[in-house]
């Protein structure tokens, strides 16, 4: 009998791959840094039973629509923005994301970045590399203190309960607010919940942690902007495209808001002349909150398993549901 047919969009660790490779014949795009082209894409979702896909593949109705024997797309991350899933579901094809494997790692680098933009440390790190380091000053890159500030979380699942929970042991005050209160965390974490402009004008550090979806699409706009504290800081781990990058940008210029920590962008990979890189107050990292080689290596892991599963007649791990 012939083996079901498996594309995976991006070179990953063939040790992830071993159990899929039992069960399927795997090909694989052989470059780690680039995306393939959609034309290959497209080709290549025409034949497949199954795609491993990255969060930085769209995969819309059109390409969907055309990928008539497949019955799962693996997307190696938690959030699923980049797959239409109203039309996959229609099509009866599975789409299955990380959840969980990759939650304290995000959150590792969620507070990385609260503490990188703070207290300046890349700005820091520069200073001393570039050789500008002649003597100490009592003021000499001071930042903000994280310990004792009110964090103010935006979209507290499971990351955002992490981030709470790291930030607990800063002795911060927490805020949060999602659609739906969580009467549990608010008491292991002394979480208090509130609404968006309260959270954004009581918090010392907004950390943007929701899913995107229409409802979160550009929700960190120029008034919320306004909404905030001239000494807040901006974190962005969740997506983008929950920010309008323009009155993110204006806030920063006209120092409405202190500073911004961001790793994700609107358009990744983002133009390196973008303004918000020109800015000391911002620090910009690649889109890498799950990017440790313990956790990527689980996400595979569980990516892989959820194809396995799914050719198999199985329930797979973990689908989007
Ligand atoms: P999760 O457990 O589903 O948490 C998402 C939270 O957002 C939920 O508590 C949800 O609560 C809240 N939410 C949803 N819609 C909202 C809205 N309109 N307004 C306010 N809150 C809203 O997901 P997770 O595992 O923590 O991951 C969160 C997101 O982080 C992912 O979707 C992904 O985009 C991003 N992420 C980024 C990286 C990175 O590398 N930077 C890595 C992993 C994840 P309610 O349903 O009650 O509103």
Not at 203 to 223: H, Y
Not at 281 to 288: N, S
Request: hydrophobic fraction near 45%; proline fraction near 4%.
């Amino acid at each position: 009998m012939q083996k079901p047919y498996v594309f995976i969009t991006r070179k990953l660790p063939d040790e992830t791959l071993v159990e899929l490779n039992q069960i399927a014949e795997v090909k694989m795009w052989p470059h780690e840094e680039e995306a393939v082209p959609r034309d290959v894409l497209l080709a290549e979702a025409r034949k497949a039973d199954g795609l491993l896909t990255m969060l930085s593949d769209n995969f819309d109705a059109e390409l969907l629509q055309q990928a008539s024997s497949l019955k799962v797309v693996a997307n190696l991350a938690v959030g699923y923005d980049n797959i239409d899933i109203k039309t996959a579901s229609n099509l009866g094809i599975t789409v299955c994301n990380t959840p969980d494997v990759l939650t304290d790692s995000t959150a590792d680098l969620a507070f990385s970045l609260i503490l990188a933009t703070a207290r300046r440390i890349v700005e820091s790190a520069n200073y001393v590399k570039e050789g500008k380091w002649n003597s100490w000053g009592p003021l000499l890159l001071a930042g903000a203190d994280v310990h004792h500030k009110t964090i103010g979380i935006v979209g507290m699942g499971r990351i955002g309960e992490a981030v709470a929970r790291r930030a607990k042991g800063f002795d911060m005050k927490i805020l949060y607010h999602n659609r739906n209160r969580k009467p549990e965390a608010e008491v292991s974490l002394n979480a208090e919940y509130k609404d968006f402009h309260e959270l954004l004008k009581q918090s010392d550090f907004v950390v943007s942690l929701a899913p995107l979806t229409a409802e979160t699409k550009g929700m960190f706009n120029r008034e919320a902007f306004q909404s905030m504290k001239e000494s807040a800081i901006f974190i962005n781990v969740g997506r983008g495209a929950a920010v309008d990058e323009s009155a993110l940008i204006e806030a920063l210029q006209n120092k409405t808001i202190a500073g911004a920590g961001l790793d994700v962008f609107e358009k990744e990979p983002i133009d390196p002349k973008h303004s918000l890189l020109m800015m000391k107050q911002v620090v910009a990292l690649p889109h890498i909150g799950s990017a440790s080689v313990e956790t990527r290596m689980k996400m595979a892991e569980l990516a892989c398993r959820n194809i396995v599963n799914i050719l198999n007649g199985k329930e797979p791990e973990t689908p989007v549901t």
